[in-house]
């Protein structure tokens, strides 16, 4: 059965919709991540920055070094994270066959939505008008008979742009030419060992005999297949996360575990939000250290399904107590795992030893609703809305604004 692929991809999402909020900044180079002499990344620029050669993931030292002038921000994920939901309520519209491989950026096959919409151009057409009247940021939408051709489809007319690839000769056609890391996965790794070997561009790829790729395994025979056109991977549902994790990097190393645990504090209620918002709890906390030294390390503590901010913090506050640092910490992290879309605990038949402890579960009780309060407030208001006495003291020592 042939199938239709429309590949959904924002145009520098984060930093349009800085732009959206605040027109001033439209035409800037505008960088999102750290801020000049922090520790950090750019998370993602505005095409004007990408001018200069900046580009995510790259340090913002050399940022800085490549766009002294441009307009610097921290990014602010709860605002994205809307945007994102915003986005993917339009395209559930039209399928449900959706895979949704970031905030910014989903798969679709809508092979049966043909007969309720249209052909693909008119749904293309229309997912980019409603995206922009409602959300107020432009997308670039590809077309295509497969996943690789979708992507590659959606990214050949940035920003803003609409390409359809109907068939594997025009795919092949249009990438012929064109270096190998074109194809679906092949990084930077895989292309050093290609060229090594006097392959460079997709026409290489092809006209070189299977059995010179047998030091790749099977992945010599799938880039090939991939090269000739020849994608069968499906659009796979998303399904709800694994973990949900989130981390802090210190801008000057640090020694002290007490300047941690605030950390972690704060972290703890970051990862209780989410949970909350997605309606998991979980059964497993783990802290992560990364040293000086760039190594790092887990520890992990498993027990009830938890969701609140305090038992959160409770585990890993036990599992740092019994670390002893061997250098100097650069970087904390929380994460909670082990999901699931219920607290059990919640339904356990009191044993006789609960009943007589009733004064330490009317205890537990008054601290979940507290819990649950801050989070109402949060989801209403904004996470900065409403902080516990002690989050609000270590929030003045610690400036916290990033975001994973």
């Not at 092949?186 to 290609?194: A, F, H, N, P, V």
């Not at 090939?224 to 056109?229: F, I, N, P, R, T």
Request: charged fraction near 30%; glycine fraction near 8%.
């Amino acid at each position: 059965m042939n199938r239709t692929i429309i590949h959904v991809d924002m145009d520098a999402f984060f930093a349009s919709i800085e732009v959206r909020d605040n027109p001033k900044l439209s035409g800037k180079p505008l960088i999102i991540g750290a801020l000049p002499g922090e520790r950090g990344v750019v998370s993602t620029c505005s095409y004007e920055a990408r001018k200069y050669g900046i580009h995510s993931a790259m340090s913002i030292a050399e940022a800085y070094r490549r766009c002294p002038h441009g307009i610097y921000m921290h990014g602010d994920m709860r605002k994205y994270e809307k945007a994102s939901d915003e986005i993917h309520k339009i395209m559930l519209r039209f399928t449900d066959m959706i895979e949704f491989v970031a905030l910014d950026e989903g798969y679709m096959d809508v092979t049966s939505s043909l007969r309720l919409f249209g052909s693909a151009e008119q749904i293309g057409k229309q997912l980019k008008e409603e995206i922009f009247k409602k959300v107020g940021v432009t997308c670039s939408v590809g077309i295509s008979y497969c996943m690789m051709g979708a992507k590659l489809a959606s990214e050949e007319k940035k920003p803003d742009g609409f390409f359809v690839i109907p068939d594997k000769e025009a795919l092949t056609a249009l990438i012929r030419k064109r270096p190998v890391g074109v194809i679906y996965g092949i990084g930077m790794k895989t292309q050093e060992k290609l060229k090594s070997m006097g392959i460079e561009t997709v026409e290489d790829l092809i006209e070189t005999p299977p059995e010179k790729l047998k030091s790749f395994g099977a992945v010599g025979r799938e880039m090939l297949d991939l090269a000739m056109g020849n994608d069968d991977r499906r659009v796979i549902p998303a399904t709800v996360s694994k973990s949900i994790g989130r981390e802090y990097t210190f801008q000057e190393n640090i020694t002290e575990k007490s300047i941690m645990e605030e950390t972690l504090l704060l972290l703890c209620r970051d990862v209780s939000l989410r949970a909350k918002r997605q309606g998991q709890w979980g059964r497993t906390v783990t802290l992560k250290i990364k040293f000086s030294n760039m190594q790092s390390i887990t520890r992990s503590k498993t027990g009830d399904a938890i969701n609140s901010a305090k038992e959160i913090f409770a585990r890993v506050k036990e599992l740092l107590k019994d670390e002893r640092l061997k250098a100097s910490v650069r970087l904390v992290g929380v994460t909670l795992g082990n999901l699931q879309n219920s607290c059990e605990d919640k339904c356990k038949q009191l044993s006789l030893f609960d009943e007589l402890d009733k004064s330490e579960n009317a205890a537990k009780e008054k601290a979940r609703a507290l819990d649950d309060t801050i989070f109402e407030l949060h989801t209403k208001y904004g996470r900065n809305i409403l902080k516990t006495g002690k989050e609000l003291e270590v929030h003045k020592k610690i400036i916290n604004t990033e975001e994973d």
